[in-house]
């Protein structure tokens, strides 16, 4: 398969991303419909391949399972969603991007942050601050970005 037979730019200046960006929605298990997991493979396989200093993940709530015919259907549906289960995919997706992380050679310089958006919690994991401490103050997420750096 090639980029463009996706919708993807095939343009000489961008084929290295759009040949990733094609293996990420074809191979191996990052092809998920019903799943968030598709974020967590897609990070994998950026921490594996290109070994980017910051890797921004976003997760997405996903659709309701539905049957495949449904879902390859002509006919123009709006997903159902499942905010339950996407935010149960989300804090798994996020551990094992963390995992993957922890792999990498020069990984206990690494510091890792997840935040729910629109809620006051975030999760870091850094050199740079206390083990095992838990904060109770309340900070924005410019000034623990810049905690990190």
Known sequence: M?????GLNGAPA???????Q???LTDGSGTQIFSTTFVQWTARELWRR??????????????RQRPMNELLSPKDQTP?????GSLIDADMGAFYIWIDQQRLSGAQEASFLVWFKNHS?????SPALPRNAES???VDMKWLVN???
Not at 80 to 84: I, Q, T, Y
Request: hydrophobic share 55%; proline share 9%.
């Open 2 to 6: 090639r980029p463009e037979e996706i």
């Open 14 to 20: 961008a084929a290295v991303l759009s040949r990733f």
């Open 22 to 24: 094609a293996s990420i």
């Open 50 to 63: 290109a070994q980017p200093l910051t890797i921004l993940a976003h997760f997405a709530p996903r659709q």
């Open 80 to 84: 159902e969603l499942d905010p339950a």
């Open 121 to 125: 919690d975030a999760l870091v994991a």
């Open 136 to 138: 109770k103050s309340v």
């Open 147 to 149: 905690q990190l750096a």
